[in-house]
Structure formats: C-alpha cells, structure tokens
T-cell receptor, first 114, second 111 residues
Framework: EAQVTQNPRYLITVTGKKLTVTCSQNMNHEYMSWYRQDPGLGLRQIYYSMNVEVTDKGDVPEGYKVSRKEKRNFPLILESPSPNQTSLYFC?????????????FGEGSRLTVL | GEDVEQSLFLSVREGDSSVINCTYTDSSSTYLYWYKQEPGAGLQLLTYIFSNMDMKQDQRLTVLLNKKDKHLSLRIADTQTGDSAIYFCAESRYNFNKFYFGSGTKLNVKP
C-alpha cells in the first residue's frame, strides 16, 4: 500500500530535549516536505527537499533541521524544542514527474513541549 | 498562510449543496487544490484545477476559478454526513517547491 509513515504519532517532551520525528514514504517520490498545523493558521511549510541531499527552507524553518540522506526518509529534527513548537506536524511527499503537485500526507505527529 | 484565506466554518443540512470559498494572492500560481482532512487523519487531495481553467467537475464536486478576482470555490452537491471534515484550499508556487494552504473550513453536515 502506498503510504507516508510518521513516527511518533504522539509525543510529550520537555523544553530543550532533542527529538526527531521520522518520515518515510514507499512511493519513490523525489519531493518531500514538512508542515506544521496550528489552529486558525492552516498548514505552514517548514522545510522541503527536491531530492537526496537537496533541502531548502519553507516559511517557518526556525528551530528545525532536516536531512535527506536517502530518498525514502526525511526526518525532522528539533535540536532544542520550545513550547511554541507545540503543534501537529505533517510530512508529505510528491512525485516530480508528470506533475500536478499532488501531495501525499502522513497521518500527523502531535507534539507537546512543556 | 501567505494570504490564502478561507472562512472557518460552514454548516449545511444533509442533501443540500455546500459551497466553500477561498481567495489567494499570487497570480502566478500554476495549480490550485482542495484537500480534505478527516478527524485524526492527514490531508487527502480531493481535486485540483490548473490555472488556465475556469471550471472543473468531478462527480459531486465542482471547482470554479475566477483568476481576475483570485477566487476559488468548491461546491459539493447533495452533501452527506460523510462529507463532514475540514477542507483546505492550497496553491503551488515556484514549480511545485512551495505550497500555501488556507486555514481550513470546517464543514458540519446536519442530518
């Protein structure tokens, strides 16, 4: 089954404790991206990657890092989480060939930073 | 974000038509999308429209695009309780590198 898998789905952590949210897709998509969803603000793009070793900032990259060492994986790293990073995070992927830009989303990771 | 705007709530009765509206600001956007988010799930693409089209119909869904006014709408005919969800309007820019989403419209369908 074609899917985007995120882990963990739920996490409560404390300020300053480094964490990684993993994202993996099995559709051989070149493009992957991370979003955060906050009430009244919709989804805002954090980082995106056009292919292996190619990443770029979205609109809200502060406090986050990413890496793209393999095509299928695109982890989101919070080096020193703060309470304003409490949010619902989505990973998405897309094919860049024959493109309509359709994004395939994971089920989301709800992060609470105390 | 980035000036894609939607109203937050819409309530309709089962069997009626629903119309969800969206405005955007970037006239260079190539594709515009409607995504559906059900509770506890990620977003799923419902439909999309290329920027040189005025209308697209897909079964119960009709998308209208007014490029002059930068206005996009989604009409759902014969709305069912299973259509209750949050609907996001989105646009792509910079050759599909960046996507901008509205804040989402929560559709409540009353039996």
């Amino acid at each position: 089954e074609a899917q985007v898998t995120q882990n963990p789905r739920y996490l409560i952590t404390v300020t300053g404790k480094k964490l990684t949210v993993t994202c993996s897709q099995n559709m051989n998509h070149e493009y992957m991206s991370w979003y955060r969803q906050d009430p009244g603000l919709g989804l805002r793009q954090i980082y995106y990657s056009m292919n292996v070793e190619v990443t770029d900032k979205g609109d809200v990259p502060e406090g986050y890092k990413v890496s793209r060492k393999e095509k299928r994986n695109f982890p989101l790293i919070l080096e020193s989480p703060s309470p304003n990073q409490t949010s619902l995070y989505f990973c998405a992927s897309s094919s860049t060939s024959g493109n309509t830009g359709e994004l395939f989303f994971g089920e989301g990771s709800r992060l609470t930073v105390l | 974000g980035e000036d894609v705007e939607q109203s937050l709530f819409l309530s309709v009765r089962e069997g009626d038509s629903s119309v969800i509206n969206c405005t955007y600001t970037d006239s260079s956007s190539t594709y515009l999308y409607w995504y559906k988010q059900e509770p506890g799930a990620g977003l799923q693409l419902l439909t999309y429209i290329f920027s040189n089209m005025d209308m697209k119909q897909d079964q119960r869904l009709t998308v209208l695009l007014n490029k002059k006014d930068k206005h996009l709408s989604l009409r759902i005919a014969d709305t069912q309780t299973g259509d209750s969800a949050i609907y996001f309007c989105a646009e792509s820019r910079y050759n599909f590198n960046k996507f901008y989403f509205g804040s989402g419209t929560k559709l409540n369908v009353k039996p």
